[in-house]
């Protein structure tokens, strides 16, 4: 059989943009956003949601005040800004122009506390344009943001057989890390898995939605 290269014709047409970083300001605010999530849990009970075990506030962790949650708060927009700036490098400027520089949105965040079997089911979050998490503390054995592929009809030919099943709906882990930033679109489907260690995984999640 001849075999010959394709790579040059092989076009990716459904691709997602998914931005991981490390937010340069962690070192100086992480002691302070976790104090004041300790606080909170001491305060109140846990929402239940997609969580199962732990505990997670309500979503109005950034009206807590102060300023490290002020500074959490900047540094997700600029996040968000630079992926529209990726995306659309001439519109997105001239949007922003007409808008004075700064685009209506909506920022709603809560903190979530995973033990030792915590997890949180699939689910994505409806009536948003992004979602995200900033991670406080990863210990070893924490549980992994898993994110789906969106195309839900990928698995009706799956033979079993891994290296011809390219179609195949296998979870995307992101191994997070102290002071990292994950943002995706809001429609994705994921999960966190199941935590495995002693010491808790301290993480900030979000939503963003812009408003016209």
């Known amino acids: 059989m001849l075999l010959f290269s394709t790579i040059n014709n092989i076009q990716l047409r459904f691709p997602t943009p998914i931005l991981v970083m490390d937010w340069p300001d962690a070192a100086r605010h992480n002691a302070a956003l976790l104090q004041q999530i300790a606080n909170k849990q001491a305060e109140t009970d846990s929402v239940n949601l997609s969580n199962r075990g732990g505990w997670q506030s309500r979503d109005d962790l950034f009206d807590w005040g102060g300023e490290a949650i002020s500074s959490l708060s900047t540094w997700i927009a600029r996040c968000i800004y630079s992926i ?6 001439e519109e997105f400027p001239r949007l922003l122009e007409r808008c004075g520089g ?4 909506r920022l709603v965040g809560w903190a979530n506390v995973n033990r030792r079997g915590d997890w949180n089911s699939m689910h994505n979050h ?6 995200g998490c900033y991670y406080l503390q990863v210990p070893q054995g924490s ?5 789906f592929d ?5 698995n009706m030919n799956d033979t079993g057989v891994e290296v011809l099943d390219i179609f195949r ?3 995307q882990p992101i ?8 943002i995706f679109p809001s429609w994705m489907q994921h999960h966190v898995t199941e935590h495995r260690s002693d010491q808790p995984r301290i993480s900030i999640a979000f939503n963003w939605r812009f408003h016209f």
């Open 175 to 182: 191994a997070a890390n102290e002071g990292m930033t994950v």
């Open 84 to 89: 529209h700036y990726t995306y659309n490098q």
């Open 169 to 171: 709906q296998v979870p």
């Open 150 to 154: 969106p195309r839900g009809n990928i």
């Open 126 to 131: 409806a009536n948003c344009h992004w979602s």
């Open 102 to 105: 700064r685009l209506e949105r």
């Open 143 to 147: 549980g992994n943001i898993e994110l």
